[in-house]
Structures are given as C-alpha cells and as structure tokens.
C-alpha cells in the first residue's frame, strides 16, 4: 500500500469514526439516521484535513462526555431531591411525634402536683386527726 493509498484511508476511517460519533451523540437509536443525511454529511466532509477530523472527533466526544456528566449530575439531584423530601416527612412526623411526648410530659407534671397538693392535705387532714 503506497502512503497516499494509506493517508485515503486513514481519512477515510476517521471520518467513519467522526460520522459515527455524531450521529450517536444525536440520535442514539441508530435505525432513526437518516441515510440520505449521512450521505451529505460525507460529502460535505471528504474535503476537510484529517487533522480537521481529529478535531470534531475530539470536540464530539468532549460534548459526548458533558451531556453524559450533566445527566448523571441531574440524577443525583433527583435523587437528592427524592431523599430529601423522604426525610423531611420523617422528621415531620418525628416532630409530631415529640409534640405529642411534650404534651403527656405536662399532663403528668398537672397530674402529679394535683396529687402532691391532695397528699398534702390529706396528711394535714391527718395530723389534725391525731
């Protein structure tokens, strides 16, 4: 293979690799391309420098790994957003819940001085007996 031979097809395949990448990166499902759109992107790309390729291949891929990084944050945040609502009605209820201790607290502490104070007088009632 002579190096010019080799050079075509070292274009050639990046720009298979180029075409493949930006069409995966904007349609995942691959039997939704549009052959008709491939065949114009490859005209239009037969042209450029193999260093031009490299480039868009490198600047597809960085795009690529962003979406991929954004959409990964943003399920994180989902799920931080799904935690955090599940643990605001745990400590809602939680509260709830210590209202409710609070309020049996001073129900006994009523009851309890009732009972002193009755205590008390039954044994003043008692040492006026004796």
């Known amino acids: 293979m002579k190096d010019k ?3 075509g097809y070292l274009h050639d395949c990046l720009l298979e690799l180029y075409l493949n990448l930006k069409f995966e990166s904007i349609c995942p499902n691959a039997s939704s391309i549009d052959s008709s759109r491939v065949d114009a992107e490859l005209e239009k790309l037969k042209t450029v ?12 891929m960085e795009m690529i790994l962003n979406n991929k ?3 990964a944050a943003d399920a ?5 957003t799904e935690v955090c609502s599940e643990y605001e009605k745990i400590i ?32 003043e009632e008692a040492s006026l007996l004796y």
């Open 92 to 123: 809602q209820k939680l509260e709830g819940e210590v209202r409710g201790h609070i309020s049996v607290q001073q129900q006994m502490k009523l009851y309890i001085e009732s009972y002193q104070s009755r205590i008390e007088e039954l044994e």
């Open 76 to 80: 994180v945040h989902v799920c931080d």
């Open 69 to 71: 990084q954004t959409s």
């Open 5 to 7: 031979e080799k050079l």
């Open 49 to 60: 420098y193999s260093y031009t390729l490299i480039e868009y291949i490198r600047a597809t």
